[in-house]
């Protein structure tokens, strides 16, 4: 076993929900991510969905639970000492699949070791071991700091500002999107303004996202409101009335993870090619989506697959860049926007 030190430290991360091209909803959730060495774990692991069990969504207790557990303040939940490390976002069923691996205690250091995708009860090494992650050894007090943090912070912070204020004038189209927000799991309410909302209930969005119809003036109003009740948000202006662009652009709206810890860091749809930036090995879904004739939206998925980190030039099918038309980039933790230029 390596000798050397690892640092060990968390930060905010996102599994980015979803309306996917082919009507699929992915769930969104908020997690707390394991920094190793000042890099995200789950960058280590290029093709993999996956949440990390100190989940915001979760009740408190099951939380407090968890990060006991990484303290080894309780059993193991599985044989020989493993841990699951990254589960399923969907279910967290040990069937769907999870990163697992042996923690121990060596001294006064924490030991993260055989790290192993597991299926059954039983981690099979020889045949599902990541034979190049690990071992890491953690200093005892940085460790236990970290993990220590999140038991006096409110767990259910980050999930009470999971929620969105729709403003806009086109009503249908404000019902759907709030059905598709809370299909993913994400919170929704319908407003013309925020006149008269107590500073209680603007503390629970995270986002307002307006209408392509709603002007300047009553924009700037809501600002206001917002602005004396000495709540911060994000604002989102809504490219156009098609369901999975908007939902991508409140996603990526309500991404609270570090901008340096990001697997895609730059979208640019110009010239028939889509240009993006990634920081690490991973899976990305490139979908144009346009507004055709009577407003009807189009959508064109046009590249899905496992790129290196750089950057990558993809080009577009030139039915995708017709008319009124944006290019939505995605990974498991990110997604970008961005409006097809000439």
């Given at each position: 076993m390596?000798?050397e030190?690892?640092t ?9 929900g ?5 009507g ?13 060495d ?10 993999l969905d996956?949440v ?7 009740p408190p ?14 059993e ?9 490390i990254?589960g399923?976002?969907e279910c967290a069923?040990?069937?769907c699949?999870a990163?697992?691996a ?11 070791r055989d ?9 099979d090494?020889?045949?599902n071991?990541y ?13 236990r700091g970290?993990?220590?943090?999140l ?16 403003i806009g004038?086109r009503?249908?189209v404000l ?7 809370r299909a ?19 503390r629970?969005?995270?986002a ?5 119809a709603?002007?300047?003036?009553d ?6 409101v917002f602005?004396?009740a ?10 156009a009335?098609?369901?999975p ?5 409140i996603?990526?709206?309500l991404?609270?993870?570090p ?8 979208l ?7 240009g993006?930036?990634?920081?690490s090995?991973?899976?990305v879904e ?10 009807r939206?189009h959508?064109y998925?046009f590249?899905?697959g ?6 990558h030039?993809?080009?577009l ?11 939505v ?6 997604v970008l926007?961005?409006p097809?230029?000439?």
């Amino acid at each position: 076993m390596s000798a050397e030190y690892a640092t060990f430290g968390l930060a905010p991360a996102m599994r980015a929900g979803g309306v996917l091209a082919n009507g699929d909803y992915q769930v969104h959730r908020d997690f707390v991510d394991f920094i190793v060495d000042g890099r995200p774990l789950l960058f280590q692991l290029s093709d993999l969905d996956a949440v990390s069990p100190l989940a915001s969504d979760v009740p408190p207790s099951i939380f407090s639970a968890q990060v006991r557990s990484l303290l080894l303040e309780a059993e193991a939940p599985l044989t020989r000492d493993r841990y699951v490390i990254y589960g399923c976002p969907e279910c967290a069923d040990l069937a769907c699949g999870a990163v697992t691996a042996v923690i121990e205690r060596d001294g006064d250091d924490y030991v993260w070791r055989d790290f192993a995708w597991q299926t059954e009860e039983e981690a099979d090494l020889k045949l599902n071991g990541y034979t190049g992650i690990g071992p890491f050894r953690f200093h005892g007090p940085e460790y236990r700091g970290a993990l220590q943090s999140l038991l006096s912070e409110s767990a259910a912070e980050p999930s009470s500002r999971r929620r969105v204020l729709l403003i806009g004038a086109r009503v249908a189209v404000l019902a759907r999107l709030a059905a598709a927000l809370r299909a993913i799991g994400i919170g929704a309410d319908i407003a013309h303004d925020a006149t008269g909302v107590s500073a209680e209930e603007l503390r629970a969005y995270g986002a307002v996202a307006f209408g392509r119809a709603v002007g300047e003036a009553d924009r700037d109003a809501v600002r206001r409101v917002f602005d004396r009740a000495g709540v911060q948000v994000a604002y989102v202006d809504g490219l156009a009335p098609i369901i999975p662009l908007l939902v991508a652009q409140i996603e990526h709206a309500l991404d609270r993870s570090p901008t340096e810890q990001r697997r895609l860091t730059r979208l640019v749809a110009a010239g028939g090619q889509a240009g993006i930036e990634i920081t690490s090995t991973c899976r990305v879904e490139l979908t144009a989506y346009r507004l055709g004739r009577l407003h009807r939206p189009h959508t064109y998925r046009f590249f899905e697959g496992i790129l290196p980190a750089g950057r990558h030039r993809i080009g577009l099918d030139p039915q995708a860049m017709k008319g009124e038309s944006f290019i939505v980039a995605r990974t498991s933790g990110t997604v970008l926007v961005e409006p097809m230029g000439r």
